[in-house]
């Protein structure tokens, strides 16, 4: 379970601002002293590992292979919306 502080908005893992709040009494983010009240508990899911690389992206040529694909993918979909904007505000 991990609290959000109604003040500061900010999310908690619920022992650490536990023990902030009783060595320091006062909220990390605001410097105010929160209440009760004021860290709301939420339930968060487990976090889910990564799933380990695939056997083929052992070797350094299939690697940088990958790797240039996302970089090509990357620059594709930042040059797209661009050039969209430059046929439409013409």
């Not at 004021?38 to 790797?67: E, N, Q």
Request: charged share 20%; glycine share 2%; aromatic share 6%.
């Amino acid at each position: 379970m991990c609290p959000v502080s109604s003040k500061s908005e900010h999310l908690y893992k619920h022992h650490f601002i536990e023990n902030y709040v009783l060595e320091n009494g006062t909220d990390p983010m605001t410097g105010e002293r929160p209440t009760e009240e004021d860290l709301i508990p939420i339930k968060t899911s487990k976090p889910s590992t990564a799933s380990p690389c695939p056997a083929t992206l052992t070797s350094i040529p299939v690697i940088l292979h990958t790797l240039q694909n996302e970089w090509d993918a990357l620059i594709l979909e930042l040059y797209l919306p661009r050039t969209q904007e430059l046929i439409i505000s013409v």
